[in-house]
């Protein structure tokens, strides 16, 4: 056995993962995460304005939420990491995001009606639309990373990758959900198309488990 052999870890489960696939889930996570946040205040513009202290608010909640699926998704990604739970974190933001869609009237009128302070009204508003699906989307890119990492001497450039990759993803959704989406689409749309590119992403990874699980077991 020589030393590049000895480095490696017992498992295999991250040296089987194609990078292009991981880093194009990483990609549409960020795009995602950016664009949800863009809608964020037209959403709630007709019951609380689109005041500063609105996106305030909103970014006060994605900032909060993401910070919160970092810490998780590293805890989750020492367990064991597989393409399975990977998949699920892009199943559940996507079930995570309807309510957006379909709820988001009936959760904001009953706040509009009980808080007086459209300031506190509308970060409440954000906790319940946004808290949930971007904590998981924020799990995301530390499980990538461990996905990926096949021995401490490349974790750094792993990990610079990912987010890099993420990030732009990030710009991407932002430019092009304020330069074109919302101009081609209505906002329930956009969430539903954003949704739909989860799920897929999602679908493909569990596939792609799958099949791994089939070659490992070979």
């Known amino acids: 056995m020589n030393a590049k052999q000895a480095r490696r870890p017992n498992n295999q489960g991250p040296q089987a993962i194609p990078s292009l ?3 194009s889930a990483a990609f549409v996570s960020g795009f ?14 007709p019951y609380f304005g689109g ?17 919160c699926g970092y810490l ?16 699920f974190f892009f199943l559940a933001a996507a079930a995570l995001s309807l309510p957006i869609i379909f709820l988001a009237d009936e959760i904001m009128r009953p706040i509009f009606l009980a808080v007086e302070d459209p300031r506190y009204g509308s970060l409440l508003a954000s906790l319940f639309l946004y808290f949930l699906p971007t904590t998981i989307l924020g799990m995301i890119s530390p499980y990538s990373v461990r996905l990926l990492v096949e021995n401490s001497d490349h974790s750094g450039q792993k990990a610079g990758l990912l987010f890099f990759v ?8 932002t430019l092009g959900t304020s330069f074109y989406l919302v101009l081609w689409f209505e906002v329930n749309e956009i969430v539903f198309g954003t949704a739909a590119a989860l799920a897929l992403i999602g679908v493909v990874l569990m596939i792609a488990g799958t099949q791994r699980g089939h070659a490992n077991d070979l």
């Open 32 to 45: 995602c995460i950016m664009t949800i946040e863009m809608l964020g205040a037209r959403i709630m513009a």
């Open 72 to 87: 998780i998704g590293g805890k989750l990604s020492a367990r064991r990491p597989s393409l399975f739970n990977y998949a």
């Open 21 to 23: 696939l991981v880093a």
């Open 51 to 67: 005041s500063l202290s609105v996106w305030g608010s909103i970014l006060t909640v994605f900032m909060l939420a993401l910070a």
């Open 166 to 173: 993420s990030t732009l993803g990030s710009a991407a959704g």
